[in-house]
C-alpha cells in the first residue's frame, strides 16, 4: 500500500552543500523531517554538479519519511553562466548586461527539456530565449527556426 502524503517542501540548494543551516534546516524541521539524513543523500546524489543551484521538490509522508526529486538547474542561472554575468539588468528593456548566442540557448534548452512543459526542443528554446531577454541578455545570430 503507498504511503500517505501529507506535503511538500520546494529548496534550492546548492548542489553537495546542503548543511542544516537555514533555508534547509527551517524548512525540514517544521514538517518534522530528520535534516541530517536529507542533507547526506543530497550531498551524495549532486557530488557531480557541485555548487551549482538546484531546486528539488521533497515530498513528505505520514510517517515523517521523505523522497526527493532533483531537478535542473534554473535557466536564469545557466544563462548567467553561459553569458559570464553575476546578475540580470534592473531595465531589461532598456539596459542589456551581455550576449548568448542560439548555440548556448539550444545546449540550454535540451538540458532543460525534462523539466519543462513543451515537447519538442524548439519550443524550449523560445522559452529560455524568453528568460534571457526578460534578464537583459541579447541573443546574437538569427533564430534557426527562422531560416
Known sequence: ???EITGYVKLQVKGGQANPA???????GSKGL????FCKQFNGRTQDKMGKVLPVLITVFADKSFEFVIKTAPAAIQLMEAAKIQKGSK???RVKVGKVNW???EDIAKDK???LNCFTVEKA???VAGTARSMG????GKAPWEN
Open 1 to 3: 500500500m503507498a504511503k
Open 22 to 28: 537555514p533555508p534547509v534546516g527551517p524548512a525540514l
Open 34 to 37: 530528520n535534516i541530517m539524513e
Open 91 to 93: 531595465e531589461s528593456n
Open 103 to 105: 548555440s548556448q540557448v
Open 113 to 115: 527539456m525534462p523539466d
Open 125 to 127: 528554446m523560445k522559452m
Open 137 to 140: 541578455l541579447t541573443i546574437d
